[in-house]
T-cell receptor, first 113, second 119 residues
Framework: GENVEQHPSTLSVQEGDSAVIKCTYSDSASNYFPWYKQELGKRPQLIIDIRSNVGEKKDQRIAVTLNKTAKHFSLHITETQPEDSAVYFCAARLFNQGGKLIFGQGTELSVKP | GAVVSQHPSWVICKSGTSVKIECRSLDFQATTMFWYRQFPKQSLMLMATSNEGSKATYEQGVEKDKFLINHASLTLSTLTVTSAHPEDSSFYIC???????????????FGPGTRLTVL
């Protein structure tokens, strides 16, 4: 089955710096890769996603890149702010698996003012 | 929008009792609903996939007789933890898939979660 590895598990940056979180997946049939942000005790919130027919997608300070050949995708946050502090999860979805998402282990991002 | 609600937000129960958690998609009909469990500082672990009118599909290692799932309509799924024990204490989160405009472009939206504590 699909396996998603996420790194790093923790990341501390200074306010204004960039943060990069990387994920790899194992099944080349995966075709959809969302990123969720989860604040303590709250629900995961979809922040950006990318489909396998696209190499890069950007939404203001957030961007995601996908390398299908290497089977990895990354989340880039520029000009980080303290409110970006949260746990970020990547996920991968197999084509025709009923929409099931397989999540990475999560990255705890801390943005220091 | 795509709003998913969950009820209750927290529950404390005695060991051996059963607890029912509801998940509703408020402003859309969900193609599929999913149930996850999340332990502190860990990732979301998929428990089961639920479709309206059919039996849920459970992930390996999840006891279907302990975690009963009923998907009564396109907007409501329930998870019942039967004969709960302290090791069942966790954060249970549901999600609902909203159909996209193109084939296979559904997006999952999460409920706020239910904190279950079994004494």
């Amino acid at each position: 089955g699909e396996n998603v590895e996420q790194h790093p598990s923790t990341l501390s940056v200074q306010e204004g710096d960039s943060a990069v979180i990387k994920c790899t997946y194992s099944d080349s049939a995966s075709n959809y890769f969302p990123w969720y942000k989860q604040e303590l005790g709250k629900r995961p919130q979809l922040i950006i996603d990318i489909r396998s027919n696209v190499g890069e997608k950007k939404d203001q300070r957030i961007a995601v890149t996908l390398n299908k050949t290497a089977k990895h995708f990354s989340l880039h946050i520029t000009e980080t702010q303290p409110e970006d502090s949260a746990v970020y999860f990547c996920a991968a979805r197999l084509f025709n698996q009923g929409g099931k998402l397989i999540f990475g282990q999560g990255t705890e991002l801390s943005v220091k003012p | 929008g795509a709003v998913v609600s969950q009820h209750p937000s927290w529950v404390i129960c005695k060991s051996g009792t059963s607890v029912k958690i509801e998940c509703r998609s408020l402003d859309f009909q969900a193609t599929t609903m999913f149930w996850y469990r999340q332990f502190p500082k860990q990732s979301l672990m998929l428990m089961a996939t639920s479709n309206e009118g059919s039996k849920a599909t459970y992930e390996q290692g999840v006891e279907k007789d302990k975690f009963l799932i009923n998907h009564a309509s396109l907007t409501l799924s329930t998870l019942t933890v039967t004969s709960a024990h302290p090791e069942d204490s966790s954060f249970y989160i549901c999600s609902a898939s909203k159909r996209g405009l193109a084939y296979n472009t559904d997006t999952q939206y999460f409920g706020p979660g239910t904190r279950l504590t079994v004494l």
